[in-house]
Structures are given as structure tokens and as C-alpha cells.
T-cell receptor, first 115, second 110 residues
């Protein structure tokens, strides 16, 4: 059974139209991560939540926001998508990251296209 | 220079061949991950290791902390092994953050 679930698998939106991507987990993990992966590039961490604490990467554009209403769900909001935001968006979870023996578990990703 | 370098970037092998993918990193780490990503798909965690060697089926991962180097080996390769293999490290002091290599694209042909 999938433990990190991302919806939808494919999302198409219009230039400038807000879009929300969803991630849920059944692992009860403390930490949830959002990564952006552009074609042929390595995933890039956008931000992560450690429980309710939000941690933004310094170079994540303001256009990207996140919400974590409870342990199981985390959302990625793109307020005004541009053509450069077309990418695969990956969600991952991990247990207490202070324990380096805890792996990250990844979802299947949402591929976002901008028209 | 990237903190995590992988080689080769692209690899083509015939079915049955023994495959090695290398990863070198330049920072102190608490753990190293080997990840697999099929075309258009999500990421699957293959191994997480901080020392020594791990084996799972036809996959073997080794790490040499002193040399800051890890290898992923695939024995008796099969076309279904075709994917991008990504090395990612968790640096010391940044417990949450993974730094990714750019991946090795493997194509196994019949």
C-alpha cells in the first residue's frame, strides 16, 4: 500500500492561475518535504515541515507556499504559476530527522504543466 | 563543483552485465541514500547507509567514509533496471536536508 500519496499525478494549469498540489502520508512521520525536479535535473528542496514548524529554503521563490493542517496532509500552493514552474513536484516524509538512520519516503510525484 | 558528483552520467549495458555507479561527495555526511527513479515516476529509496555495505537482491551498495565515496552495483542486470539512479547525502549538522547528485541514467538492453 502506498504510504506517501500525491494527488493528482498530473496537473495542468494556466499561466498565473493558482494551483494546489496535495500530499498525504500514512506513516505518521514528523517531517514532510516538498521538492521540485525539473527535467534531467536533481530534485531541489523547496521547504519542509517538522511537525508544525515550517522551514523554507533560502532560494525558494515567494510564489511557493505550503500548508500542513495536520500530521497526515501537506499542501504545496503555487500562487501565480509561471512557465518556469513546470516540473515534477515530489513529496517525501521522514521520522525524527535528528536520527540520521531515518530514511526519506517519497511519493510518486505530481507532474505540473503550465499552459 | 557540486557537493555530490555521480559517474557516469549515462550508462548503457546489455542484459546480464555487472553494473557499477559511483558517487563522490565533498562534505561530511551522516547518511547516504541511493534512490531509483523510473521515467516519469516517483522516487524509490533503495538504500540508506552510513558505513560498510548493504545488499538487497541483485543490488549492492558500499560506502567508504574516509574516501567520501559510495558505489551502487547491480548484478545480472535486466531491462527493468533501466532508470535514473540518484545518490543523495544528508550532511552533518543539517539533519533534514538531502543534497542530490544529478543522477545516472541507466539503459539495459536485451
Amino acid at each position: 500500500d502506498a504510504m506517501v500519496i500525491q494527488n493528482p499525478r498530473y496537473q495542468v494549469t494556466q499561466f498565473g492561475k493558482p494551483v494546489t498540489l496535495s500530499c498525504s502520508q500514512t506513516l505518521n512521520h514528523n517531517v514532510m518535504y516538498w521538492y521540485q525536479q525539473k527535467s534531467s535535473q536533481a530534485p531541489k528542496l523547496l521547504f519542509h515541515y517538522y511537525d508544525k514548524d515550517f522551514n523554507n529554503e533560502a532560494d525558494t521563490p515567494d510564489n511557493f507556499q505550503s500548508r500542513r493542517p495536520n500530521t497526515s496532509f501537506c499542501f504545496l500552493d503555487i500562487r501565480s504559476p509561471g512557465l518556469g514552474d513546470a516540473a515534477m513536484y515530489l513529496c517525501a516524509t521522514s521520522r525524527d530527522p535528528s536520527n540520521s538512520n531515518q530514511p526519506q519516503h517519497f511519493g510518486d510525484g505530481t507532474r505540473l504543466s503550465i499552459l | 563543483k557540486n557537493e555530490v558528483e555521480q559517474s557516469p552520467q549515462n550508462l548503457t549495458a546489455q542484459e546480464g552485465e555487472f553494473i557499477t555507479i559511483n558517487c563522490s561527495y565533498s562534505v561530511g555526511i551522516s547518511a547516504l541514500h541511493w534512490l531509483q527513479q523510473h521515467p516519469g515516476g516517483g522516487i524509490v529509496s533503495l538504500f540508506m547507509l552510513s558505513s560498510g555495505k548493504k545488499k538487497h537482491g541483485r543490488l549492492i551498495a558500499t560506502i567508504n567514509i574516509q574516501e567520501k565515496h559510495s558505489s551502487l552495483h547491480i548484478t545480472a542486470s535486466h531491462p527493468r533496471d533501466s532508470a535514473v539512479y540518484i545518490c543523495a547525502v544528508r550532511s552533518n549538522g543539517t539533519a533534514s536536508k538531502l543534497t542530490f547528485g544529478t543522477g545516472t541514467r541507466l539503459q539495459v538492453t536485451l
